[in-house]
C-alpha cells in the first residue's frame, strides 16, 4: 500500500478515535474508571450541576463487607460531558477512631446529597448518618456546609427531622391514639393492617422523626426538600428545608403509608413532580415504584414499576439513587442506581439509563450500552 494513502487512513483512524472517545458510551453495570483508571467510588450518589460542570457526590466504599461502613467519608468527581469524570478527592472526611465525633470512621454515612444556595453561596450537604456501634436504630439526618463545591465539608450537626412539628397532614388518630415502644423496629410487611394505629409518628413527634434513605431536591422557587424514609422505614416523609438549606423548617407532609418506600429519587417535568422509589429490602434489589404529583408536598399517586423488561423485577438489579437533568436538553433525564456489592462494597456498580415518559408516566429500559442522543 501507498505510504500517502497510509498515513491518510491512520489519520482518519485517529479523527475518528477521538470523535468515538467523545461519544463514549454509558455501559451500565460496567466498571466506570475516573481519570487515574480507578473504579469510581461515589456510591449512593447523587450530582450537583453547578457552573458549567457536574459534581458527583457519593459513598466513599472500602473492600469487603465492612467497606459498608463510612471509612472514609463523601467522595466527589467532576465532570464535563457525565462521561469523563474527574477524582476531585473526599469532599466531607469522617473523623479519626476514638474521636467521639457523630461521623466517627465506622459509623454508616449513606446517600450524600449536596445542593447550592444561591442567597448563602454555600454548598450544602445532606446525609443519612447512624452513629459508630449503633446499627441502624439512629436514623439521623446530618447536614455539612462548603465554601467550594468539591469541599472540604464540614460537618455541622447530626440529629432527628422536624422535632416538635406535626406533618401537615396529621390526623386525629395520631394525636389522641396509642404510642408503640421506642426501639421496636418495624420491617417490612410486620405492620397492622392500618399502619397508623401503631403511630410511630407521635411516638417520634417530640424527639425527631427517623430518616434513612434519604433525597434532596430543588424547586424552581428555590425551596429545597428532604425527601426520607421514616417511621421506621414505613412511611416517607417530604420535608421543607429553612432558606439557608441547613436545617428542617417544621413544614412537611407523609406519604405512601406503610408503603416501605426506600431510596427516593425525585425530579421535576412540565411541572409535575415524579418520584421514583425502592421497596425495602436492605442490600438486595427489589421491583421498583414510581409516583406523580402536582404540587410537592402532596397528594401523590402511584403509577407502579417504570422498568420495562425487566422480567427478574430487581430495577434491573439496581437501587434508585438519583434522577439526573442533564443540563441544556430540556425534558432529558438519566436514572442513576447502585448494584450494591455487599460483600465487596467498593467493587458497587452504577446503573445509569435513560428515562422515557409514556403518557403521564415515566420508563426505564434496559440498555448494554447508550450515549445522551438515545433519550428521546
Ligand atoms: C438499603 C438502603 C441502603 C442501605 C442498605 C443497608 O435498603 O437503600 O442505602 O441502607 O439498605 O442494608
Redesign the pocket.
Known sequence: MNKFFLSILLITGLVSCENSAQKQPFSPGELWLDNNGAHINAH?GGIMFNDGKYYWFGEHKTEGEGG?MANVGVHCYSSKDLINWFDEGVALSVDPKGSESQIEKGC?L??PKVIYNTKTKKYVMWF?LEPKDGG?TGALSGVAVSDNATGPYKFIKAGRANAGYWPLNVTERHKTGPIPSEGQYYGGGSLPDHPDTLNILARDMKGGQMA??MNLFVDDDGKAYHIYSSEDNSTLHIALLSDDYTEHSGTYTRAFLGRFM??PAMFKKDGKYYLMM?G????SPNQARSAVADEILGEWKELGDPCIGDSTKTTFHS?STFILPVQGQKGKFIYMGDR?R?QDAIDGRYIWLPVEFEGERFVIRWRDSWTLDDIK
Open positions: 449512593g459498608n454508616i449513606e446517600r443519612h441502624y434513612r434513605d426506600e431510596a425502592s425495602c429490602t436492605g442490600w437501587q450494591w455487599p
